[in-house]
């Protein structure tokens, strides 16, 4: 049969990703992704290191970042992002900014990173003032809240799980505790960091629950990343990328999650401040045990609290 009539595939823009070697969660990336839009991937060399504030340092050597630049360009894309929030964040603002420079000099294409993207997707919604969430442990996310406040972000909450690995098996009933931990006092949005932690679906329904824009570090990635080569993210209900959706900074005063206040693991109450010396509130949540070697994989951290809430409100 002659299909020369079709005309062959539609052009197509490229995108070139940089993720590390652990980065699970490639469908998520596409489901930003519009049609006529390529996205090109690839890894960090293995490292036999957990998450920590080592491997973030690891994993964005401008060496490394350098050989995995030039692989994607031999398919010329018209932009590359590194897709790591810790590997970004890790050096601050200036290791931020020397990443992108090293990555446009090895490859000659517009580069930017994920904590670049974050600075800049917070600035598009005019959010001064944020609660995090995080998978990391005490130590990454304190790097984590140091970056934000060289770039001008104040913190005004926080929840983190402790993992080092297996982070792309932690379910949305998690990631939403987390959030309604996190979400202690006035806050314009919250961002949910790491880009090997599920969030496309979560989004919107935390959106209509906190009253407030949420952030995610692959949403963030993706919508920076098109913007630069003037494409626009896919995201129905969600506020960075749906002017609809877009209702502006909330003021929390007075909001607290089902039950009367953000539940520990245990099921009592967190106490605000109760992870060490920091001012800022947060909530620590206790991860699974590092699985020995030869033993299945499949533990998810155990978030849920004693009683279900049940199923988030409807958009």
């Not at 790097?143 to 098996?169: C, P």
């Not at 005063?253 to 947060?282: I, K, Q």
């Amino acid at each position: 049969m002659d299909v020369s009539f079709l005309g062959g595939p539609q052009p197509q823009l490229g995108v070139g990703v940089v993720a590390p070697f652990d980065f699970a969660l490639d469908r998520e990336l596409w489901r930003w992704v519009p049609d006529d839009v390529s996205l090109h991937l690839t890894r960090t060399p293995f490292v036999p290191v957990e998450v920590s504030l080592d491997l973030a340092r690891l994993v964005s050597e401008h060496e490394t970042l350098d050989a995995a630049v030039q692989a994607l360009c031999a398919v010329s894309p018209q932009v590359i992002c590194y897709a790591c929030t810790s590997g970004s964040f890790v050096g601050g603002l200036a290791g931020e900014r020397a990443m992108c420079a090293a990555m446009a000099q090895a490859g000659d294409v517009p580069s930017l990173t994920t904590s670049g993207a974050l600075l800049e997707a917070l600035r598009e919604i005019d959010a001064r003032r944020i609660a995090v969430v995080t998978p990391y442990t005490k130590s990454v996310t304190d790097s984590l809240e140091d970056y934000l406040g060289e770039g001008g972000i104040t913190v005004t909450g926080r929840a983190y799980l402790g993992l080092t690995r297996h982070i792309w098996k932690v379910p949305y009933r998690d990631v939403v505790d987390m959030a309604r931990a996190a979400v202690v006092g006035s806050a314009d949005a919250l961002f949910i960091s790491c880009t090997n932690l599920p969030t496309y679906d979560v989004i919107p329904q935390l959106e209509a629950e906190l009253r407030m824009p949420v952030l995610s570090a692959n949403q963030v990635t993706m919508w920076a990343a098109l913007r630069a080569i003037g494409a626009r993210a896919v995201g129905p209900y969600q506020a960075l990328l749906d002017p609809v959706a877009r209702r502006g900074p909330a003021a929390m005063t007075g909001w607290e999650p089902p039950g009367g206040g953000p539940l520990s693991p245990g099921g009592g109450p967190l106490s605000p401040g109760g992870g060490g010396s920091r001012a800022t509130p947060e909530a620590a949540f206790a991860g699974p045990p590092a699985l020995p070697d030869g033993e299945p994989d499949g533990v998810e951290p155990p978030l849920a609290p004693p009683e279900d809430p049940g199923p988030l409100p409807p958009v």
